[in-house]
């Protein structure tokens, strides 16, 4: 390969390796986020209500029993 064609497929790569740095900063972030928005939640009043009225909702059907 021509050296020139080396240098340019070495700064894409180190350009990709900025990018995923870049992402996987920003997943921290939000897993941060996530996590303090939780324990804000959990703090206000009426949670335990809430948490039961959503696990409800999310919980599948039950399986109808064969007879």
Excluded: D, H, W
């Excluded at 920003?26 to 335990?48: D, F, H």
Aim: glycine letters at 4%; hydrophobic letters at 35%.
């Amino acid at each position: 390969m021509k050296e020139n064609k080396l240098i340019e497929m070495q700064n894409k790569i180190e350009a990709l390796s900025r990018i995923a740095q870049f992402v996987l900063g920003e997943i921290e972030n939000t897993k941060t986020m996530a996590v303090g928005t939780y324990q804000v939640m959990k703090e206000m009043p009426g949670y335990e209500e809430a948490m039961k009225i959503v696990t409800e909702k999310v919980k599948p059907p039950e399986e109808e029993t064969k007879e």
